[in-house]
């Protein structure tokens, strides 16, 4: 079987997704608007990238006028289409991505949601709407990652829309020893997020200075892994609230390196305004961190609030700062929802299904059209 993969070659969740199904005997062929940054397609057998040449740059305004300049390609398109002979296009991504997939002509398509393509594109205008209701029309199939957003796409399109969590390799993210870059009586709460405004690095850092205040005692820090257009005012901010000395902002997080620095912390927080599925979350659940997550998107489907994770408002850093306190203050406690969050990431969350029940569907429309 071919399956020809519509997205962003250089996302980690592309390069995840082409990897775990060419493990499954799949041909994966890739087709993206950008350069590869690199060649890492050429390290996995039944994978390659069907569009060498792409655009000179690999990150595109969000604007339609550019996504209708990002049609330029489709001759590209059609005619990788025509020399990978796919048994199904799936298109990552409903809106620019969705759109070339529409006008290639192909099917069966299959059009996996991510997130800003059905939460933020449709509401900036009229015709992004009617783009957006065009192209999940046009799917055979459509795949979301969390309940929440299989609730907001229904708004778009009456077809039926089935939910495969982005899952995690478990083998991989586990608790293991690492040599921290800590003190051993060190309490780390810790985040591995983009420094953008929807993700609301602010609220946990003023989470964090709220229970350094009312813990004097303890030797707490905070650990925010990521990079961003905010990180100069969150800088700043740990500055004004004087934390500065307690605070270590590492920058951009190889994805190799990810499980290291989740071995690092004892805490783990995110809490953003927007998360479609939380997939920083589910990797820090599968390495038995307790989480604290606020209460939007897809993340109170992925933690148990008091079982796996707490969950709490978003934008209250002091609701926050009760639940980070409670982790803090209690080992036990922290080392108990640890263990449940790994749990619940092995049985509800596990990649390996994930990927098979991607696979099944694949298999079972070769059937339905054969």
Known sequence: MKILLLGDINSIHIKKWAAALAGSGIEIGIFGLGKATEEWYQDIEYVSNCNEAGFSKSIFDSSLISKINYLNLLPKLKKAIKSFQPDIVHVHYASSYGLLGKLSGFHPIFVSVWGSDVYVFPNKGKLQNIVLKSNLKNADKIFSTSRDMKKETEKYTDKDIKVIPFGIDIENFKHMSVEREFAQEDIVLGTIKSLEKEYAIDVLIKAFSIVCDRNPQLQLKLMICGEGSLRNDLEALCNKLG???????????????????????????????????????????????????????????????????????????????????????????????????????KTKFNWANNVQDTVNSYLSNARSTS
Do not use: W
Request: with cysteine; net charge negative.
């Open 243 to 345: 934390i500065v000395d307690r605070t270590t902002f590492t920058g951009l997080v190889a994805h190799d390196e990810v499980p290291r620095y989740l071995n690092m912390i004892d805490v783990f927080g995110c809490l953003s305004d927007n998360e479609s599925f939380g997939v920083a979350v589910a990797e820090a659940m599968a390495c038995e961190l307790p989480v604290v997550v606020s209460d939007v998107g897809g993340l109170p489907e992925l933690v148990e609030n008091g079982r796996s994770g707490s969950v709490v408002p978003p934008q209250s850093p002091v609701l926050a700062a009760d639940a980070i306190e409670i982790f803090v203050l209690h080992p036990l406690v922290r080392e108990k929802i640890g263990h449940n969050a790994r749990l619940r990431i």
